[in-house]
């Protein structure tokens, strides 16, 4: 048994289940079914960066000196942000490999692969465990990787500069909370370009598994105390290797992710929009965008759907999660230069789009959102739920009269989808989704409402009732 498995942000699993030459095996094998699948050739090119846990160098190190026993010349792009290295990797039309775990505890790490035309998708990591090979001969890593290559990090620095106007945020206070995100020192290097005043704040040597879907208390009080104390227009950080943000308005409180989204699409005026079935409906609400499409979680099914969206005709396609990760499905115009497309999840957007809108419009970041319909999310989990207790669940509430039943106390249904779990939409504009989480042993629950404290409500009604009929699964 093992932790490793590929999920929809790469392959992750326990550092000590991922030794040198399992990152080999692996680095081999994605090389191997680049070749047989996407043309890349033994003389080519590989791209590798990671992240700033203690783990990543190494892991680095081994993928680097499996890529240059098959043969590749590497690219050593260093610490830096996931969507960096994507961009370098689409523009030059190469693969990467970037060493990173995400917002996940320190003991774990991970590998995210891209092919030269973006991340790899399902059947290439078919691909890639049909050729993996564990009993491989064991290679030594030399002690240099090699010299890091700055090109990475300065072309994705100067995308981020070239988003607004030459001092677009001149008199704005901005605080930046660096614990041990990767793009800590690119956000206060592009928000000083634009003319903030920047001010650091709780920068860590030790790795800290920030995540902006399931923010820590002491997250939140940072926030709220650093607001006060340094009197910032706003907050902003990433998570650990910078393809999700965190903005925090005036007064410390963090927007959600799909908020941050749906400002950064508003920015952009895009046409189209795609975004996971957990982001709130204040999307189709707004009425800001000529079409919705709606997804499975994870990046690999936005991809998808914007691809979809550009054979129907959309010009300025762009997509996000509730983690407030955005994709830019589209080359956008933004008058004076073109922002090329970036279909991977991306921090720097959604941050320089909302304090960019604020700027422009002089108003508070709080205000943003005053005009967007008020809907408001909660989500839970209950954990421990094998596949062989959350499926018969959630299979039976698929049946209308189950359904039904199961939902009785919340009144009467309008709506319902099975586009990842099952979603009820009530005839009061309240929701309630339910879905099996896709890296981990546990049942999601969603709520969204017209207030904060009905969402509570109705997040508490939902794991409650659905741990009563779990019991029933054995």
Not at 84 to 89: D, E, K, P, S
Not at 261 to 268: D, E, H, I, K, P
Not at 311 to 328: H, K, M, S, T, W
């Amino acid at each position: 048994m093992t932790s490793l498995k590929f999920g929809t942000s790469g392959l992750r699993g326990l550092v000590s289940e991922l030794p040198d030459a399992i990152c080999r095996a692996y680095t081999l094998a994605f090389l191997h079914h680049m070749q047989k699948a996407h043309a890349i050739a033994p003389g080519g090119k590989l791209l590798v960066g990671y992240d700033l846990r203690e783990s990543s160098p190494r892991i680095a190190a081994a993928c680097i000196d499996a890529a240059r026993v098959f043969g590749m010349e590497v690219e050593n792009s260093g610490p830096l942000p996931t969507p960096a290295l994507a961009l370098r990797a689409l523009a030059q039309k190469l693969p990467a490999i970037m060493v990173t775990g995400s917002h996940i505890p320190a003991d774990r790490n991970g590998l995210k692969f891209y092919r030269p035309d973006g991340e790899i998708d399902k059947s290439d990591e078919a691909g890639i465990l049909a050729v993996l090979d564990l009993a491989g001969n064991d290679i030594s890593v030399p002690d240099d990787a090699g010299d890091i290559s700055p090109k990475a990090l300065a072309e994705y620095e100067n995308r981020c500069i070239s988003m607004l106007d030459a001092g677009a945020l001149a008199g704005k206070r901005i605080g930046v909370y660096q614990h041990s995100s990767v793009g800590r020192d690119l956000i206060v290097r592009v928000l000083g370009a634009l003319g903030a005043e920047t001010v650091a704040i709780a920068r860590s040597d030790v790795f800290v598994p920030v995540d902006t879907e399931a923010l820590r208390p002491e997250d939140i009080t940072l926030a709220a105390g650093a607001a006060e104390k340094y009197r910032l227009d706003a907050m902003v950080s990433t998570d650990g290797d910078a393809d999700r943000p965190l903005v925090a308005d005036e007064t410390g409180t963090f927007i959600r992710g799909d908020s941050l989204g749906l400002l950064t699409a508003r920015f952009l005026n895009a046409d189209a929009v795609v975004t996971p079935v957990t982001s709130n409906t204040a999307i189709e609400l707004s009425g800001l965008f000529a079409k919705v499409y709606r997804t499975k979680v994870g990046s690999p099914y936005v991809i998808e759907a914007m691809q979809q969206a550009a054979r129907d005709g959309y010009q300025r396609i762009v997509g996000f999660e509730a983690n407030g990760g955005v994709l830019l499905g589209s080359n956008v115009d933004l008058g004076d230069g073109i922002v090329v497309a970036l279909p991977t999840r991306d921090a720097m957007l959604p941050i320089i789009a909302v304090l960019g809108m604020a700027a422009r419009d002089k108003v508070q970041v709080s205000k943003l959102l005053e005009d967007l319909p008020a809907r408001f999310t909660r989500s839970g989990r209950i954990e421990h739920v094998e596949s062989s207790k959350s499926s018969p669940f959630l299979q039976a509430l698929l049946d209308d009269e189950q359904r039904a039943s199961f939902f009785a106390q919340l009144g009467i249904i309008e709506a319902n989808d099975a586009i990842d779990g099952i979603r009820i939409v009530f005839a009061t504009g309240e929701v309630v989704h339910y879905r099996a989480s896709g890296n981990a042993p546990e049942l999601r629950c969603y709520a969204e409402a017209a207030t904060d404290a009905r969402a509570e409500q109705l997040l508490e009604w939902g794991l409650q009732r659905a741990g009563e009929h779990l019991r029933k699964y054995g």
